[in-house]
């Protein structure tokens, strides 16, 4: 433990967080003259959040006609918006494709189903599940782009 008189640089940058946590800095808002006060300063919060002036109607003149047309544009703009249709579900080139990749993922999904339900199947239905995703995986990696694409800058993912 430190004496108060050998405070290291740190100690003190925290005792000053310490000493300042819970206040809040009020910023100064812009007005008309286009001028603000030098620099923020602190304002104790004298009201919790959500107290009784909490739905308490401002008056007229810190109502901004403009910012209250503009999030009005923008929740009218939100509702309107529809996004576009998705793309098409991508359709393997061939067969042989099509079956590696059910293999990848439909083999461990029916491996999944049989060992959660617990239901019996014979051993050679389980080998072929591990034979049609181990093949299936073997045969994407086997049919992968080998040489370097021209416009490709040698990333691969």
């Known amino acids: 433990m430190t004496t108060p008189g050998d405070e290291s640089r740190t100690d003190l940058v925290w005792r000053e ?3 300042n946590y819970g206040e809040r800095v009020v910023l100064p808002d812009d007005d008309a ?5 030098a620099g923020p300063s602190p304002a ?5 959040p959500g107290g009784a002036d909490a739905d308490a109607p401002l008056p ?13 544009q923008a929740v009218a703009e939100a509702e309107r918006f529809r996004p576009p249709a998705p793309p098409p579900f991508p359709v393997p ?3 042989q494709r099509g ?3 059910a293999g990848v993922f439909v083999a461990p999904l029916l491996a999944l189903v049989v060992a959660l339900f617990s239901l019996w199947v014979t051993p050679l239905v389980g080998w072929a599940l591990v034979g049609w995703f181990v093949g299936g995986f073997a045969y994407l990696v086997h049919e992968m782009p080998r040489g370097r694409d021209p416009w490709d800058d040698g990333s691969r993912v």
């Open 93 to 95: 080139r061939t067969w």
């Open 33 to 37: 003259s286009g001028s603000s006060s």
């Open 17 to 19: 967080i310490v000493d």
């Open 60 to 72: 007229d003149d810190l109502v901004d006609d403009d910012e209250v047309e503009a999030r009005e």
């Open 44 to 48: 104790p919060d004298t009201e919790a």
């Open 99 to 101: 079956l590696a990749w």
